[in-house]
Structures are given as structure tokens and as C-alpha cells.
């Protein structure tokens, strides 16, 4: 499917949600820009990029039907973090309505949210644009931006950290996953 084609069904399946489909355009252009930089297809990060949230504006009821159908990660189902079940859901949807069969391209839509130990060079570069692509404000971002340009492991640790933060000073559960990505990536 040729990209014009791609963001036109994307635009049909999000809706009216306007601020979700500026996202995925700003996530797909930041995609592209990292994909140059670290010598990855950039036709395959603009793609990840645009459907990483392509099932988030389904209702709550029809997400959770559909998460429940898949093989989602140990623990998430019954984890009480349903706002991550949208990019499970976003890469089967990829597959279904637009025909990827890229592994890699899945799992980078995948992964975008909590990220996870030994992602690809695509699925790094779809969980940082994901955090820092233009229309994203917080604490650290110009160094997040920099940093993504030089060392891609770097910033999924720190990304994966800010994410930790923003989720302890908000009281809210921590996904494993997220602790596991911060780590592993902290260590290498």
C-alpha cells in the first residue's frame, strides 16, 4: 500500500480525532528522521510510525474484546493496564487492514508503548518517536531529541525512565515490561 493510500484508511479508521492522526503523522516524520540517521528503512519507519495507534480510537469495550483475542505479553492481560492494550491491538490491525506482514514492523508497533529487552533497531526507533516527537512537552525532551540522534539504546533507557517517573508521581501501576526495557538497555 503506497503511503497517500495508507494515511487515507488510517484517517478512516481513527476518525475525527484530529490530535491522534497529527501524532502519527509527527511520529511517522521523527521515524523517518531516525531511521536515516541509524541506517534503517525509512519507508518501514514512516509505516510503524503511522500505524502505531491506529486501534486507539476504538472504545474502550471493543479494545479490551480485542486484546483479550491476543497473545499479549505475561501478566498484561490480567494487569489492569489497559491503556498499553492499544499497541498489541494497533499491530494487529496493521496486519488485518493493512496488510503488513513485516514481523519486525509489528513488533516495533508492538513494543511502541513499554518497549522491551533486545528490540530491533526499527522498534527502538518507534518507541523513542513515540516519546518524543513534536507536540510532546516534558522535563528533558532537547536532550532526548539529541541524544536519539547519537546512541538509540541510550534513550530507550532514558525514555523508558521518564516513563517510570511520570508513572510514579502519578501513583499509577508500572508495567514490568517497562521496568525490564529500562533496565536491560541502562545495562548495555
Given at each position: 500500500m503506497d503511503k497517500d493510500a495508507l494515511k487515507k484508511k488510517l484517517r478512516t479508521i481513527i476518525g475525527h480525532d484530529r490530535y491522534r492522526y497529527r501524532h502519527s503523522l509527527s511520529v511517522a516524520k521523527t521515524a523517518a528522521r531516525l531511521a536515516f540517521i541509524h541506517g534503517v528503512s525509512i519507508e518501514r519507519a514512516e509505516t510503524a510510525g503511522l500505524l502505531h495507534d491506529c486501534a486507539k480510537g476504538m472504545d474502550h469495550?471493543?479494545?479490551?474484546?480485542s486484546a483479550k483475542k491476543l497473545n499479549?505479553?505475561?501478566?498484561?492481560?490480567d494487569?489492569?493496564?489497559?491503556?498499553?492494550?492499544?499497541?498489541?491491538?494497533?499491530?494487529h490491525l496493521a496486519k488485518a487492514l493493512f496488510g503488513i506482514k513485516d514481523r519486525d514492523l509489528l513488533n516495533a508497533i508492538a513494543h511502541h508503548t513499554s518497549?522491551?529487552?533486545g528490540m530491533s533497531k526499527l522498534e527502538k526507533i518507534i518507541y523513542i518517536s513515540d516519546h518524543i516527537a513534536p507536540g510532546r512537552k516534558w522535563p528533558?525532551?532537547?536532550?532526548l531529541r539529541r541524544l536519539a540522534k547519537k546512541d538509540l539504546d541510550k534513550t530507550v533507557a532514558l525514555v523508558a525512565e521518564e516513563m517510570i517517573k511520570y508513572l510514579l508521581d502519578r501513583k499509577a501501576?508500572?508495567?514490568e515490561q517497562t521496568l525490564t526495557?529500562?533496565?536491560y538497555y541502562l545495562n548495555k
Open positions: 469495550q471493543s479494545l479490551l474484546r499479549l505479553p505475561p501478566g498484561l492481560k494487569s489492569g493496564h489497559y491503556h498499553l492494550f492499544h499497541s498489541y491491538v494497533s499491530a518497549g522491551r529487552a528533558g525532551l532537547r536532550k501501576p508500572i508495567f526495557t529500562r533496565n
